[in-house]
């Protein structure tokens, strides 16, 4: 409990003011919902002993109507409060989560699934938020009934009676937190298992068009149903400890009840106390029930709560590798970049994809790279985004090593076609602009023209405004590279990189865009990686990279005087045709 109160300590500090009025509140209700098993005794002695008339009897009911009244206002006053409280925990939370899932590289997205990343702010998230706003009514409210309780049936009836009554409680107790320690594990796995549940349905309902392409329905639905049992399974050992609590709390209330009704009726004859008062006594014993058996549904939630926020905690601590320091330099323009000796390894991969790369770029040249499907290319030029850092060798830019550099800045220089599109379900015209959300109406037909868009926005239903669907579901493979170039070209970007962004489209729309890039680049540096040779045939220099090496460079003509795999390949391509 500790734990999650240092957790959460910054918004208890930031909503103070609102907190110590929920516990003047609490405490309110706690105080009144003792006052009626008092009025209640003093009625009963008051007609024991005859004393019973007109007005003591108005009075009686009238105490009795006002204090559930009064109860009940204060406890949506309450509730009201701290609704709104768990919202604004839990909107703050999401918004850090978010902030800092922003700012974590590719080291940490190969990591984690994305399942579990959502079930981290979703199921996670809930639990801290409902146990955060419950800890004040479960621990204060429920504590503060009991121990007020305690009290007065000690002060106003008798301390020997109590201390009988209440002496079974700190058995029950003990046992709770063996039972709650037991659990804590179990609720861990339960987290896990769940997380990968999630992650499964997404990746289900991600490639349902495979799924269905290759009738694999079933097959998918036997791995959903293995996760759901796998699921319910976990959550059976916990049902199996949570089944424990009740029955534990029924025998330490009746045996509560049986003693303090046992003993009262002894001090009843021994005339100790009035039957009035072992009435009083006999309504606090049940009116402790409610708050303990809270109290033991309190720490459930509680030890839910720390396995959460252990793992929202461990996503929060987690810091990037690829990040700003202090000292990081501001870059604008580039005149250079050099590729010194570099050997890059994926995170989870045990030997280097890419390997002694040694070449340069100069500000306004066009780069081909060529080279087998595998061979390391995308990973070779997406080394220039400051998605990992590399493992061997240096990148520098103008002298200086990319890492110097502020991440948005060299980003900023880059303007970047990846092979897989990635489209959001919103306009195709703001699709495009975010590549640059500032550029006119002016720039975003300049794109779509230079991307050789335009004739695709004839067939568009409302044009450029019309409505992607999903993930690019609603345009063609050839349209969504298409966009996508329009993306990176309204950036009109230091550094444009085309990652085999040109296989969905046919020759002439493929002439079409390097003739614009030609036309419309002029000074501005240009990489692209393609398996088709025209449209690197131009290049001032073409990297042939394979198994991770670069085995051959120069420019077209040298690279076919050279022989081997460009020359190759060349043949093989211009004899296909
Ligand atoms: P190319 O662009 O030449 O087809 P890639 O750079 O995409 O080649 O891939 C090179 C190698 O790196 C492949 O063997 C691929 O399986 C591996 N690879 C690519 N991305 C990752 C990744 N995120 N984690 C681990 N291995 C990867």
Not at 122 to 150: C, K
Not at 198 to 225: C, F, H, P, W
Not at 318 to 340: C, G, H, M, W, Y
């Given at each position: 409990?500790k734990?999650?109160?240092k957790?959460?300590?910054?918004?208890?500090?930031?909503?103070?003011?609102?907190?110590?009025?929920?516990?003047?509140?609490?405490?309110?209700?706690?105080?009144?919902?003792?006052?009626?098993?008092?009025?209640?005794?003093?009625?009963?002695d008051?007609?024991?002993?005859?004393?019973?008339?007109?007005?003591?009897?108005?009075?009686?009911?009238?105490?009795?109507?006002?204090?559930?009244?009064?109860?009940?206002?204060?406890?949506?006053?309450?509730?009201?409060?701290?609704?709104?409280?768990?919202?604004?925990?839990?909107?703050?939370?999401?918004?850090?989560y978010?902030?800092?899932?922003?700012?974590?590289?590719?080291?940490?997205y190969?990591?984690?699934?994305?399942?579990?990343?959502?079930?981290?702010?979703?199921?996670?998230?809930?639990?801290?938020?409902?146990?955060?706003?419950?800890?004040?009514?479960?621990?204060?409210?429920?504590?503060?009934?009991?121990?007020?309780?305690?009290?007065?049936?000690?002060?106003?009836?008798?301390?020997k009676?109590?201390?009988?009554?209440?002496?079974?409680?700190?058995?029950?107790?003990?046992?709770?937190?063996?039972?709650?320690?037991?659990?804590r594990?179990?609720?861990?796995?339960?987290?896990?298992?769940?997380?990968e549940?999630?992650?499964?349905?997404?990746?289900?309902?991600?490639?349902?068009?495979?799924?269905r392409?290759?009738?694999?329905e079933?097959?998918?639905?036997k791995?959903?149903?293995?996760?759901?049992?796998?699921?319910?399974?976990?959550?059976?050992?916990?049902?199996?400890?949570?089944?424990?609590f009740?029955?534990?709390?029924?025998?330490?209330?009746g045996?509560?009840?049986?003693?303090?009704?046992?003993?009262?009726?002894?001090l009843?004859?021994?005339?100790?106390?009035?039957?009035?008062?072992?009435?009083?006594?006999?309504?606090?014993?049940?009116?402790?029930?409610?708050?303990?058996?809270?109290?033991?549904?309190?720490?459930?939630q509680?030890?839910?709560?720390?396995v959460?926020?252990?793992?929202?905690?461990e996503?929060?601590?987690?810091?990037?590798?690829?990040?700003?320091?202090?000292?990081?330099?501001?870059?604008?323009?580039f005149?250079?970049?050099d590729?010194?000796?570099?050997?890059?390894?994926?995170?989870?991969?045990?030997?280097?994809?890419?390997?002694?790369?040694?070449?340069s770029?100069e500000?306004?040249?066009?780069?081909?790279?060529?080279?087998?499907?595998?061979?390391?290319?995308?990973?070779?030029?997406?080394?220039?985004?400051?998605?990992?850092?590399?493992?061997?060798?240096?990148?520098?830019?103008?002298?200086?090593?990319?890492g110097?550099?502020?991440?948005?800045?060299?980003?900023a220089?880059?303007?970047?076609?990846?092979?897989?599109?990635?489209?959001?379900?919103?306009?195709?015209?703001?699709?495009i602009?975010?590549?640059?959300?500032?550029?006119g109406?002016?720039?975003?037909?300049?794109?779509?023209?230079?991307?050789?868009?335009e004739?695709?926005v004839?067939?568009?239903?409302?044009?450029?405004?019309?409505?992607?669907?999903?993930?690019?579901?609603?345009?063609?493979?050839?349209?969504?590279q298409?966009?996508?170039?329009?993306r990176?070209?309204?950036?009109?970007?230091?550094?444009?990189?085309?990652?085999?962004?040109l296989?969905?489209?046919?020759?002439t729309?493929?002439?079409?865009?390097?003739?614009?890039?030609?036309?419309?680049?002029?000074?501005?540096?240009?990489?692209?990686?393609?398996?088709?040779?025209?449209?690197?045939?131009?290049a001032?220099?073409?990297?042939?990279?394979?198994?991770?090496?670069?085995t051959?460079?120069?420019?077209?003509?040298?690279?076919?005087r050279?022989?081997?795999?460009?020359?190759?390949?060349?043949?093989?391509?211009?004899?296909?045709?």
């Amino acid at each position: 409990m500790k734990t999650i109160f240092k957790k959460l300590a910054w918004f208890i500090k930031e909503e103070w003011k609102i907190y110590v009025l929920m516990l003047f509140l609490l405490l309110s209700i706690s105080f009144i919902s003792l006052l009626p098993a008092k009025a209640l005794g003093l009625a009963i002695d008051t007609i024991v002993l005859g004393g019973l008339n007109r007005t003591s009897m108005l009075w009686l009911v009238g105490v009795l109507i006002a204090l559930p009244l009064g109860r009940y206002f204060l406890s949506f006053a309450y509730n009201y409060i701290i609704t709104k409280e768990a919202q604004k925990l839990a909107f703050k939370l999401r918004r850090r989560y978010l902030d800092h899932l922003f700012e974590m590289d590719s080291n940490f997205y190969e990591a984690y699934p994305k399942g579990d990343l959502i079930s981290r702010v979703t199921n996670d998230l809930d639990a801290i938020t409902t146990a955060a706003t419950s800890m004040l009514e479960g621990l204060i409210f429920n504590t503060s009934v009991i121990v007020l309780a305690i009290l007065l049936m000690g002060f106003t009836i008798s301390w020997k009676l109590t201390a009988i009554a209440v002496t079974i409680m700190p058995i029950a107790l003990t046992g709770l937190n063996v039972i709650r320690n037991r659990k804590r594990k179990y609720v861990k796995k339960h987290r896990e298992i769940y997380a990968e549940f999630t992650d499964k349905v997404l990746e289900s309902v991600e490639g349902m068009k495979v799924i269905r392409a290759y009738v694999q329905e079933e097959n998918d639905l036997k791995r959903q149903y293995e996760a759901i049992d796998k699921d319910i399974e976990s959550w059976r050992y916990i049902v199996r400890y949570e089944n424990w609590f009740n029955p534990l709390f029924e025998i330490v209330y009746g045996v509560t009840y049986f003693l303090a009704f046992a003993y009262g009726a002894f001090l009843v004859i021994q005339q100790e106390i009035t039957v009035g008062e072992l009435v009083t006594f006999l309504a606090y014993v049940g009116t402790l029930y409610g708050p303990i058996v809270s109290i033991a549904g309190f720490f459930t939630q509680l030890n839910n709560a720390q396995v959460s926020i252990d793992r929202f905690e461990e996503i929060m601590s987690t810091a990037p590798e690829v990040k700003d320091e202090a000292a990081s330099q501001p870059i604008l323009a580039f005149n250079r970049i050099d590729f010194k000796n570099v050997t890059f390894k994926y995170p989870f991969d045990k030997a280097p994809v890419i390997k002694n790369i040694d070449f340069s770029i100069e500000k306004g040249q066009t780069i081909g790279i060529v080279g087998p499907t595998g061979a390391g290319k995308s990973t070779l030029i997406r080394q220039l985004l400051r998605e990992f850092n590399v493992t061997d060798g240096e990148i520098a830019i103008d002298g200086v090593s990319i890492g110097k550099y502020k991440i948005h800045d060299v980003r900023a220089l880059v303007g970047y076609v990846p092979q897989a599109h990635m489209l959001f379900k919103k306009g195709v015209d703001e699709n495009i602009m975010i590549g640059n959300p500032r550029a006119g109406l002016a720039d975003l037909d300049k794109a779509v023209k230079n991307a050789d868009f335009e004739k695709d926005v004839i067939y568009l239903t409302e044009g450029l405004h019309t409505q992607v669907g999903e993930a690019g579901s609603t345009l063609s493979g050839g349209q969504k590279q298409r966009l996508s170039i329009a993306r990176a070209l309204i950036k009109d970007p230091e550094i444009l990189i085309l990652d085999d962004s040109l296989s969905a489209v046919d020759a002439t729309t493929e002439e079409n865009i390097i003739a614009r890039l030609r036309e419309t680049r002029g000074g501005k540096t240009n990489i692209i990686i393609s398996h088709r040779f025209s449209a690197i045939r131009d290049a001032d220099l073409i990297l042939v990279l394979e198994a991770g090496k670069i085995t051959q460079r120069g420019k077209h003509e040298d690279l076919l005087r050279q022989g081997g795999w460009y020359k190759d390949q060349f043949i093989q391509q211009i004899t296909m045709r």
